[in-house]
T-cell receptor, first 112, second 111 residues
Framework: DAGVIQSPRHEVTEMGQEVTLRCKPI?????LFWYRQTMMRGLELLIY????????DSGMPEDRFSAKMPNASFSTLKIQPSEPRDSAVYFC??????????FGNGTRLTVT | GDSVTQMEGPVTLSEEAFLTINCTYT??????LFWYVQYPGEGLQLLLK?????DKGSNKGFEATYRKETTSFHLEKGSVQVSDSAVYFC??????????FGQGTELSVKP
């Protein structure tokens, strides 16, 4: 079991650029979560999917943020255009309906 | 809405000291409760869980008991080690499947 795989591990980009973060959940897991972690706000749930369908996106901060899950083995979180205040560590996690969440190692995003 | 509140850090202890990190929650229905640990530069790892009232979760010497009457899930360890230094997160998973975290408590254990 390779665990939840996120890419890239680090992303540095300039303000205004599009950023795409990627996540491969654990095979067989049917729930996928995107979290953002900052010193100021801690861990914030951005969006989660059950069976590839977005269930709750109330945590997505603005229309600049979008997430997709085209199939059970892949999800993306896109920020367009990016801003310096988007700098954070973004975590993806997956689970079955009843199991605990398994987290990836995160993508550290820096927007200059 | 559902929420989790945990004691503020940082918590600094000497090796072999007793640890308590308080956690209380607000939720409708019967959530599952979790403690996660985050080591520097890593993602969160599940430490222990409890799925119903009076359940005790335990792992690596850590324990927490699901107390519905006080809506609490305090984390304890009898004798901490330097390697326990990390950030600890209390969390609940509600009946809609959403996992909600507390703000995290940083633990620093000195030799």
């Amino acid at each position: 079991d390779a665990g939840v795989i996120q890419s890239p591990r680090h992303e540095v980009t300039e303000m205004g650029q599009e950023v795409t973060l990627r996540c491969k959940p654990i095979s067989g897991h049917n729930s996928l979560f995107w979290y953002r972690q900052t010193m100021m706000r801690g861990l914030e749930l951005l969006i989660y999917f059950n069976n590839n369908v977005p269930i709750d996106d109330s945590g997505m901060p603005e229309d600049r943020f979008s997430a997709k899950m085209p199939n059970a083995s892949f999800s993306t979180l896109k920020i367009q255009p990016s801003e310096p205040r988007d700098s954070a560590v973004y975590f993806c996690a997956s689970s079955t309906w009843t199991s605990p969440l398994h987290f990836g190692n995160g993508t550290r995003l820096t927007v200059t | 809405g559902d929420s989790v509140t945990q004691m503020e850090g940082p918590v600094t202890l000497s090796e072999e000291a007793f640890l308590t990190i308080n956690c209380t929650y607000t939720a409708t229905g019967y959530p599952s409760l979790f403690w996660y640990v985050q080591y520097p530069g890593e993602g969160l790892q599940l430490l222990l869980k409890a799925t119903k009232a009076d359940d005790k979760g335990s792992n690596k010497g850590f324990e927490a008991t699901y107390r519905k009457e006080t809506t609490s899930f305090h984390l304890e360890k009898g004798s901490v080690q330097v390697s326990d230094s990390a950030v600890y997160f209390c969390a609940l998973r509600n009946q809609g499947g959403k996992l909600i975290f507390g703000q995290g408590t940083e633990l620093s254990v000195k030799p």
